[in-house]
């Protein structure tokens, strides 16, 4: 038997026994004689940090997977818990555990589900089919060994729990997927029973939803599975079992018929879609994406005129829905898209907008109203202003080709915005604040969650702020808060404003790097108390190490608005929460260096917040963000400078801002916070490059300085007493040779007149 395991303590060491600890691991249990005995197991390195944010293995079942024939390992186990880690793993030899690196025969960070799974795979014909939470469904084809990192995914996705799909076939072909939506389970809603096809899970045969009058199931119970036998399906409900099967032998609609099919062509074409099967509807989609009974409803022919491809489906009553049709068309002869030489988005000034395009001899036209333009809309001639929000729509024309499909980029200008700016609320937001998830706009404020469970939400400020030295105030207000959280972030991902992070314990920040995030937390499974703060890097998940407010008279579950008021000098985040009923203040301050953890001095910034399987509505009332001028600490110095010497050296490194801390590093790499603590000098006995910054109250980080030091090389550089400089009056430079070349004579002075003093006689 194999099993995973939840949270717990983990001390196993071989040889196994059943008196050890295996928390967060898969089994391998000998069931000889009735007792189970574990013989072998897998545990992630990762288990302390899972144990922590009560990451189980366990959400998800373990599947074994049939012998294959290919490959390095013929018998396989596949198992995804809450971290959404897809482990695959051999169940001869299942790896134990690993301080360094886990010993599993692969491992998919992050492919299924958003985060984790609670249900369990299912097989078929060489593919493996997951449906994670808050996620599609998705097809893991297994080749030589090994699941593809490149899943199929199905049109629609699930909430929480997600599902076990279950499958039906005709040995290897005529493969169906049946899976249960039971997301609804929290409002007494409907289970929802799909098929899809289990070749190419992208196409949908069945929903109940599609005729729910006929078809809706009894109220949704979460973790059920579908069973399919003797030509029914049977689905769990609430109080009841719903039994789907073929009404009256009914057989699948007929696939449409697209015509002409899919071809090249110059100007246009006209398409009609046609199907065998009486009185059939027959809906269309022209993006390239599958048909669904929620596409356009098909009532006449459709004229292409660009590069399209059609997709459709039909659907009869008393039949089943019928396959996919599609049908691609390429114009050949078609003016290339205009291009702008500004993107969509916001500005905080006028801007001058230019229009080109590839295609010889080509005339643009264009609109400021957002109407598609024609060959008799205004000619560009020239660059475009636009003082004011508007949206600019054109195409391009050419003799001898046809007209490119329209393109429109929208411009909002928001005049005199210095900072960010809300300190009357969110209604004027509206192409400045970019929202992600569950977040929306309520009235005046940003909501981040909406009091569902499982939900996750982010709003950013829609272009990067200076991070080095500033002060924001915010309010907030967690109303009937039950789960889970939210936080204030800073931070430079690859998805830019469109950064966002896990659910439930994650509060829409975990994962979010490199960044920082200050949380405000009202739950907690594992010991961090049910109203704490703290700050967080790099998309760690923000549960401990955390601060207790509930000795401090800020109650995050109290439902009173709260007001933040930060500061940050470049060194410092100093934090100050005021509850705006019971005027109860608190304060903290953590030592952060913002632009070394970001990587860069400006970054986005904004707010996360989440709901697990407890639910909140979680709303940011104001906003204001404001730059602070800071000075950089000075430039650290060396003593000897750099240069070529035949000895070892001893280096100090000194820096003039007063109570300067400095950090640096001895093999060339961009010093940080984290580097060694310069506490006194340093050794150079080898050639090696030295830098090192310097931090201070105050002051934003200095400027990288920089030694090179050659030892064993050539003669090393000379020194000179006082360094250059500008002086008023004549002075006397030393120099010195390197101590193991000073003649016995030692030092040579030599006088330096002042430009201003009068030549010697």
Same mark, same amino acid.
């Given at each position: ?80 818990? /809450? ?435 200050? /949380? ?222 000073? %003649? ?8 330096? %007149? ?8």
């Amino acid at each position: 038997m194999f099993v995973p395991t939840g949270n717990g303590d983990y001390t196993a060491t071989k040889p196994y026994t059943n008196s050890m600890d295996y928390g967060d691991s898969h089994l391998d249990l000998d069931l000889t004689n009735g007792v189970p005995t574990i013989t072998d197991e897998f545990t992630t390195n990762a288990q302390a940090a899972l144990d922590s944010e009560d990451g189980d293995i366990a959400s998800g079942g373990m599947m074994v997977i049939p012998t294959q024939t290919t490959g390095s390992f013929p018998h396989l186990a596949v198992q995804v818990g /809450k971290g959404g880690t897809m482990y695959l793993l051999n169940r001869d030899n299942l790896g134990g555990y690993n301080t360094t690196a886990d010993q599993a025969v692969q491992e998919q960070a992050y492919s299924v589900g958003n985060v984790g799974a609670w249900s369990s795979p299912a097989y078929w014909n060489g593919n493996v089919y997951y449906w994670g939470r808050f996620d599609y469904l998705k097809s893991f084809p297994l080749v030589n060994g090994l699941l593809s990192t490149n899943p199929t995914e199905s049109v629609e996705t699930y909430g929480y729990p997600g599902s076990t799909p279950a499958i039906s076939a005709n040995g290897s072909t005529q493969g169906i997927v049946w899976s249960i939506d039971s997301e609804a389970y929290t409002t007494n809603g409907p289970a929802v029973l799909q098929a899809h096809s289990a070749s190419n899970v992208a196409t949908t045969l069945y929903s109940s939803t599609t005729n729910s009058g006929r078809d809706s199931a009894g109220g949704a119970v979460k973790f059920t599975v579908p069973t399919v036998v003797n030509g029914k399906v049977y689905v769990p409900a609430a109080a009841e079992v719903d039994i789907y099967g073929l009404l009256n032998g009914a057989t699948q609609t007929s696939a449409p018929s697209i015509t002409p099919g899919s071809e090249s062509f110059t100007g246009s074409v006209t398409v009609t879609i046609t199907d065998a099967t009486p009185g059939a509807a027959i809906y269309y989609t022209t993006n390239g994406t599958p048909a669904s009974t929620s596409a356009t409803l098909y009532t006449g022919p459709i004229t292409v005129s660009s590069t399209t491809t059609i997709s459709a489906i039909a659907s009869a009553t008393n039949s089943l829905l019928s396959a996919q049709a599609t049908a691609t068309y390429t114009n050949v002869s078609q003016a290339a898209v205009v291009t702008f030489s500004l993107p969509t988005g916001s500005y905080s000034s006028a801007q001058t907008v230019t229009l080109s395009d590839s295609t010889a001899n080509a005339s643009i036209y264009y609109t400021l109203d957002g109407t598609t333009p024609t060959t008799s809309s205004t000619v560009y001639t020239g660059a475009i202003t636009v003082g004011s929000t508007e949206t600019i729509t054109a195409i391009a024309a050419a003799p001898g080709v046809g007209s490119s499909a329209p393109l429109a980029q929208t411009y909002t200008i928001v005049l005199g915005q210095t900072g960010i700016s809300f300190p009357e609320g969110f209604a004027a937001s509206a192409g400045l604040i970019n929202l992600n998830g569950s977040a929306q706009l309520n009235d005046s404020r940003l909501q981040l969650t909406a009091g569902a469970v499982g939900q996750a939400g982010s709003g950013w400020y829609y272009q990067p702020v200076n991070v080095q030295a500033f002060t924001t105030d915010y309010t907030f207000q967690l109303s009937n808060p039950v789960a889970n959280g939210i936080t204030f972030t800073i931070q430079n991902a690859s998805q830019l404003f469109w950064a966002l992070g896990g659910n439930g314990s994650g509060l829409g920040y975990e994962f979010i790097s490199p960044s920082v995030g200050v /949380k405000f937390d009202f739950f907690t499974p594992v010991g961090k108390g049910t109203d704490s703060t703290g700050l967080y890097t790099n998309g760690a998940v923000p549960t401990t190490p955390a601060i207790d407010l509930s000795t401090t008279g800020i109650n995050l579950l109290s439902d009173d608005a709260m007001a933040v008021h930060m500061t940050y000098n470049g060194t410092t985040l100093t934090m100050t929460i005021t509850d705006m009923v019971t005027a109860a203040v608190w304060s903290n301050s953590w030592t952060v260096n913002i632009p070394s953890i970001v990587g860069a001095n400006t970054a986005y910034v904004g707010f996360t917040g989440s709901t697990g399987a407890g639910t909140s509505s979680q709303k940011i009332l104001t906003w204001t963000y404001e730059t602070v001028s800071a000075t950089a600490a000075a430039t650290p110095t060396f003593t000897p400078a750099a240069g070529s010497y035949s000895s070892t050296q001893t280096v100090a490194i000194s820096d003039l801002t007063p109570a300067a801390t400095i950090y640096y590093t001895t093999n060339g790499s961009a010093p940080t916070t984290s580097s060694t603590l310069y506490t006194g000098p340093v050794t150079v006995s080898a050639s090696e490059t030295l830098k090192a910054i310097a931090t201070a109250t105050g002051y934003t980080t200095s400027a990288t300085g920089s030694a090179a030091y050659t030892i064993g090389g050539s003669t090393a550089t000379p020194t000179f007493s006082p360094g250059a400089g500008t002086y008023t009056s004549a002075q006397t430079v030393t120099t010195t040779p390197p101590t193991e070349q000073r %003649r016995p004579q030692g030092q040579r002075s030599i006088p330096v %007149r002042s430009r201003s003093a009068p030549p010697r006689r």
